[in-house]
């Protein structure tokens, strides 16, 4: 009798530790955080002014400045929800909705967030958004990864040398066109992989004479060891203030 009685004590122990274990490890699923990706966002929308970016009702930038992007050089990236279909929101500071979309954001994916083009150029009240797979896996040592993408909505296609020392890289194998729905997504996301160092920044189009003139130099553009970056031409050909045409660079990492 005292045999089955202890028997019955251990039997309703093991059951009462199974139940507990059980519940620990529901409330630990119910628990858990949803699944997130990582998002930088950059404005390079000339003439729009500083900008209001939600997503999933969630401010995540609050009056972003032109030529400017989320976070800081090298960790740009803010952790927001994964989802497949993100309600996103971009207005300017006098509320005007400009963007108004969805986006599609896999867990544990990176990318890049880019508002561009220009109201004045559209002659309506949105702008233009592009969204971006980042690989930042880094390169070897000694090397740079970049990309380049054609953002100024009034300049023609570009070719872009980078230039260090006696050494001169075309980035662009064609010339490149303004980024727009029809670009191959995928293609013009790949990063390449190139020597590190401080380089020099030539922007050049095709003229009358069907000879590259230069319209844009900028000097001292450092490629540090290792890093991730992406180069753009924003801005407008012809001004001479604040949204005049120049280079905008993310380091992803």
């Known amino acids: 009798m005292k045999k089955d009685l202890f028997l019955y004590k251990g039997l309703l122990v093991l059951v009462c530790a199974s139940s507990m274990l059980l519940s620990c490890k529901k409330n630990n699923n119910d628990s858990q955080a949803p699944a997130q990706s990582n998002l930088v966002i950059v404005n390079v929308a000339p003439k729009a002014g500083p900008l209001d970016i939600t997503l999933a009702g969630k401010k995540l930038a609050d ?20 989802n497949a279909a993100s309600s996103l929101k971009v207005a300017t500071g006098s509320g005007t909705v400009v963007i108004d979309d969805k986006l599609k954001l896999e867990a544990n994916k990176r990318y890049s967030l880019i508002v561009y083009d ?5 002659g309506t009240s949105k702008l233009l958004y592009t969204l971006l797979p980042d690989d930042i896996t880094p390169p070897a040592k000694g ?3 970049i990309r380049f993408f054609h953002l100024s909505p009034n300049t023609p296609a570009v070719h872009i040398d980078i230039i260090k020392d006696k050494d001169s890289l075309r980035l662009t194998s064609t ?3 303004y980024l727009t729905s029809a670009t191959a997504v995928a293609e013009a996301a790949r990063f390449s992989t190139i020597n590190s160092g401080t380089y ?3 922007v050049k189009i095709t003229d009358s ?11 001292n553009v450092v490629l540090a060891d290792q890093k991730i970056f992406t180069i753009s ?9 604040a949204n005049t045409l120049g280079i905008h660079l993310i380091q992803h990492k």
């Open 200 to 202: 020099v920044i030539k």
């Open 209 to 219: 004479g069907n000879k590259l003139k230069t319209i844009l130099v900028i000097p």
């Open 118 to 122: 220009t109201l004045a150029k559209t």
């Open 143 to 145: 090397k740079s990864n």
């Open 233 to 241: 031409l924003k801005g407008l050909s012809g001004l001479t203030d």
């Open 175 to 177: 010339p490149a066109v």
């Open 63 to 82: 009056k972003l400045a032109y030529g400017s992007y989320s976070g800081q050089p090298g960790a740009p990236y803010l952790s927001v929800s994964a």
